[in-house]
Structures are given as C-alpha cells and as structure tokens.
T-cell receptor, first 111, second 114 residues
Framework: NAGVTQTPKFQVLKTGQSMTLQCAQDMNHEYMSWYRQDPGMGLRLIHYSVGAGITDQGEVPNGYNVSRSTTEDFPLRLLSAAPSQTSVYFC??????????FGQGTRLTVV | AQSVSQHNHHVILSEAASLELGCNYSYGGTVNLFWYVQYPGQHLQLLLKYFSGDPLVKGIKGFEAEFIKSKFSFNLRKPSVQWSDTAEYFCAVNEGTGFQKLVFGTGTRLLVSP
C-alpha cells in the first residue's frame, strides 16, 4: 500500500503560471482534502471532497480549483500563481468516521 | 467558527523530562480530537485520537492525552521524552462525526536535547 501519494515534492513557479498538484490514494477512502501549511499558522483547509464528483470549499479556497472524477485522485489546480501561495501543501484522505492520512507534501515556491 | 489554541509554540526539554502540551478548542458540541506529529521534513502522522469513551487516550510511542469536556481541553502528555521526540506537534479538532474537516492549532515545536 502506497497510502497517499503527492507529486511533485518540490516546485518553483513564476507569478502568473498555472500548475496542478497531484494527489492519489490507494486505500479506497471516501474523503479527500487539501491543506496548506504556513509557519505559525498550522494547517488550513483549502478544498475537500466527500466522494467522486462532490467537492466543497474549505477555509482558504481562493486561487485554487479541485475536481474529483475518481475515488483515487484529487488534484489541486493553481490557476494563476501568486507569491502568497508559497507554502507546503498536504493532501489527506480518510474513511468515513476515522482519522485522516496525509501525503508527504509538496513544497511550492512562487517567485 | 471552530478554533484550536496551542499554548506553547516552542518547548525545549532535556531527555527523560516529562512533557505536557496544551490544547483547547472552542466548539461546544460533539467533537473528534487528534494529535498529529510532524518529524523534520516528513508528513503528519497520527499520534492518537479521541472519538468517544474513556477520556484518557493512549497513543503510539508512549504518548497519551486526556479529554476534559468541561475545560474544552485535550492536552498531550509523555512521562519521559527522548531525543527522537524532537518534532512539531499539532492538535486538531473535527466538528461532529462526519467528514474530517479538521481545524488545526498553530503547532508546538519540541526540541529534546540529549
């Protein structure tokens, strides 16, 4: 079992560029989510999904899009990168009624 | 909105010292409570969780936490820390029993000196 796999691990973008952070889980978990981690702020929820075809906004959704066409995949799209989106991004999945399992993270720098 | 407070941002201990990290949350209804640990350069791993039942919860690596509903608290404890416990610790709360829409505290960086 690979668990939750995120790619890439590191990325540098120029302001205005777009990109997609990939997240895949092989545990058949119903729920998936994206968080960003910033120094002194803990983790904050960006978007989440309670099943294929169902997504919703979290605490800090602006500038990000998600879709969930399959149970396994939950990509996060940055539409037009800004320096304020420099962060570490974590994808998580969880079965109904249980704890979240996190991926290794993607460290994104926007210059 | 739900909020989580972790009182200590940085803690420095010597090996074998006892540890207690504070966590308070604001929601008054049914909650699920978690402590996650993040070792340097790694992802978050679950230390322990509380969903219901015995308010004293035991987790991995000798950690435990006590849920005190009247104080809205879920403090993390370990009787004797080791150098390998050096990490950042996050308290997290989920409202209700549905999707794990976690609200995290700001984290506590623990440094254990040998």
């Amino acid at each position: 079992n690979a668990g939750v796999t995120q790619t890439p691990k590191f990325q540098v973008l120029k302001t205005g560029q777009s990109m997609t952070l990939q997240c895949a889980q092989d545990m058949n978990h119903e729920y998936m989510s994206w968080y960003r981690q910033d120094p002194g702020m803990g983790l904050r929820l960006i978007h989440y999904s309670v099943g294929a075809g169902i997504t919703d906004q979290g605490e800090v959704p602006n500038g990000y899009n998600v879709s969930r066409s399959t149970t396994e995949d939950f990509p996060l799209r940055l539409l037009s990168a800004a320096p304020s989106q420099t962060s570490v991004y974590f994808c998580a999945s969880s079965p109904r009624g249980s704890e979240a399992f996190f991926g290794q993270g993607t460290r994104l720098t926007v210059v | 909105a739900q909020s989580v407070s972790q009182h200590n941002h940085h803690v420095i201990l010597s090996e074998a010292a006892s540890l207690e990290l504070g966590c308070n949350y604001s929601y008054g209804g049914t909650v699920n409570l978690f402590w996650y640990v993040q070792y340097p350069g790694q992802h978050l791993q679950l230390l322990l969780k509380y969903f219901s039942g015995d308010p004293l919860v035991k987790g991995i690596k000798g950690f435990e936490a006590e849920f005190i509903k009247s104080k809205f608290s879920f403090n993390l404890r370990k009787p004797s820390v080791q150098w390998s416990d050096t990490a950042e610790y996050f308290c997290a709360v989920n409202e209700g029993t549905g999707f794990q829409k976690l609200v995290f505290g700001t984290g506590t960086r623990l440094l254990v000196s040998p």
